[in-house]
């Protein structure tokens, strides 16, 4: 490849990436600046290449820009957040690393890489100051946030209540609990009950999903910032000093950029943080619940996952069922949803109709107990005049899957003890959808109601 080829493919790179690149030579001129650095600082790129650096940008100083240190000083500075103004005074807020490149020994120039954050910290900001503006409430009925407990839990499942009776254990220590299910299972209510259901329930319950906020808004989120920290940054008390005492739920913790969590890990590990931009170490008492919705060996092999942050969040592990391995629930759930809607509705609905729950049995919940409550929601909304919600008030157009083989049991029990126990669920189920009545459930099983009766003489 000839120079004339390279510096073109070069320039091409410079102009397709995101970020701002701006470089300049030993003595200060602009050699490279793109046009995402362009855009950032409203700037043509004639205005700025191949011109001093002091000449084009005399309104920054000379030690607040990490470019000129890198050149001058030969500083390197990673990741440091600047807020400044362009030529036409709007504010700017960048994330921006500078270095210092030289070749045997001799300093040959500088560059600067900055990623444009202005929305990011408008959104920070404004997050900030509803949190500060919100009314304490003064009575119970003013709490915007539902508070729930153990008695809010709903089954009758063999494995839902072993993962409550953990977490009612769980409750009464200060350990940090990890919760994992899939999406809808209700881990918040069960953060909620640990928090409510134990000595630090007078104290803040706070909450924050990972998955919804960038990395910078986060981290300033969950430490706070400090006045002068960095041009532009005002003294804010951080999710964890406004927990303090109480207990912090941090939903689905593995979105966390990598490098958040290790200082994440750092503030478990020392009990103290510092704000973003601050030099106060501020000492913490703060539980940590976290909450996961895929299993972890999958997120600690992808590296989504800091194994030393897993450890020590890990200490009381609990498991939530998917509402698919929780059948018997299904129906005990749905009534007390409807119950619920009823009295949001002002309707007297007495019931779910034999059809009904066989159409409500007849699917597997991809979106867990959220997805049955909005069905439930939904049909109730369709009930007019009857007095029963039947199964054309329900609308689910997909059929249950067939059920995953669960490897492990077929080789633990045996072909034939395996399909016995499926064959024994079903019989179970639609004997319960139909009421105990032999002859309808013989039929729709399609089988002699002689061998219904062989069958549950052979269960007992």
Known sequence: M??????????EVFRLIEEGIHVLDAEGNTVIYNQAMAQMEKMQQKEVLSKP???VFGNIGENESTLLQALNNRKTTANLQQTYRNKDGKEI??????????????LIGAIEIARNITEIQKMYHAIMKLREEAPEPTTPKEHKIKKYNFSSLIGENAEFKEAIVVAQKASLSNASVMIYGETGTGKELIAQSIHFGGPRAEKPFLAQNCAALPENLLEGILFGTAKGGFTGALDRAGLFEQADGGTLLLDEISAMPYDLQGKLLRVLQEDYIRRVGGSRDIPLDVRIIATINVPAESLLESGKLRRDLYYRLNIIPIELPPLQRRRDDILLLAERFLEKQNRIMNKNITGISGDAKAKLLDYDYPGNVRELENIIMASVSMVENESELTAKHINIKKKRLNA?????????????????????????VILEVNNGNRSRTAEQLGIKRQTLQYKLKKER
Not at 4 to 11: C, M
Not at 410 to 424: N, P
């Open 53 to 55: 650096f002091r000449e």
């Open 404 to 428: 995953t083989v669960d490897y492990e049991k077929v080789i633990a029990l045996g072909l034939d003890r395996y399909l016995d126990d499926i064959e024994e669920e079903l019989i179970r």
């Open 93 to 106: 807020t960048t994330i921006n690393s500078s270095y210092p490149v030289a070749e045997d020994g001799r």
């Open 2 to 11: 000839n120079e004339r080829d390279y510096l073109k493919l070069t320039q």
